[in-house]
């Protein structure tokens, strides 16, 4: 099992074992990027909208109906995930398109209530935070000790998918039973700094092996399937998604 984003998984797989992919074409920088600035276009259109638009209505969201609308967006993202392995892009497509509009809708809810909470530029603060993280990363990936990801992948695979499990238990104590103020294990004294932590350096990490996946697959010149591209650049909004999230919850939580 690999730390990897699961979106890249299966074109890690074919790239590994040397397939040879009927009706395929190599994957190159430009078809990814094209695609990847495509859905972070959709996903400001979609923040905007949860900023401004549509913060009253979810605002006013019964706790129950919020959590399982974050449940609804992981289960879009696997539905994605599934088109397109399955090769049928089309779906895949209309599906990235889905999630990146209403996953922008919902960080641009949280970007508000954190703005209106901490009122001191924070939303900003997160933001510039993630550009630099994301570059720094991006450059890590292309050293030796970036590419070198497999050992590494498997000593924290295990704790990354323990940590996702956690952090929807951490929001569900958080809204119904009021842990952490409101923040869930999260907001627990140091622990809940740590936690944070723990987020923001598996978000990171699973950055660094999207590109470094990303890397090998254009540099090798083999042929992938279908909608490879779309998978790749899909794959990577959503890891750096998770770590503006990351980002943004530890500033706050630094500020209480």
Known sequence: MKVENPVFEEARQIFERGDVVEHGRPVQYPDVLIRFAGLAVLVVVGAAAGWTVLFPFLDGLDSVLFFALILGLVGVAWLTIRAFRKGNTGLGVVLAVAYALAEGAVIGFISRL??????????????????????????????????????????????????????????????????????????????????????????????????????????????????????????????????????????GRSKR
């Open 114 to 251: 954190f703005n209106d909470v901490f009122a001191d530029g924070i939303v900003g603060q997160a933001v510039l935070a993630t550009a630099v993280t994301v570059a720094v990363v991006v450059g890590y990936s292309a050293s030796p000790w970036g590419k070198r990801t497999g050992r590494a992948n498997k000593v924290f695979a295990i704790a990354i998918i323990s940590y996702l499990i956690f952090s929807l238990v951490s929001i569900g104590l958080g809204m119904f039973l009021g842990v952490g103020g409101g923040w869930g294990i999260w907001g627990m004294g140091v622990v809940g700094i740590i936690a944070c932590l723990v987020g923001v350096v598996f978000a990171s990490w699973s950055i660094n092996v999207d590109i470094v996946t990303l890397n090998d697959i254009v540099e090798s010149g083999q042929p992938m399937p279908k909608g490879t591209d779309w998978l790749l650049a899909f794959g990577i909004a959503v890891s750096i998604l998770w770590l503006y999230l990351e980002i943004l919850r530890l500033l």
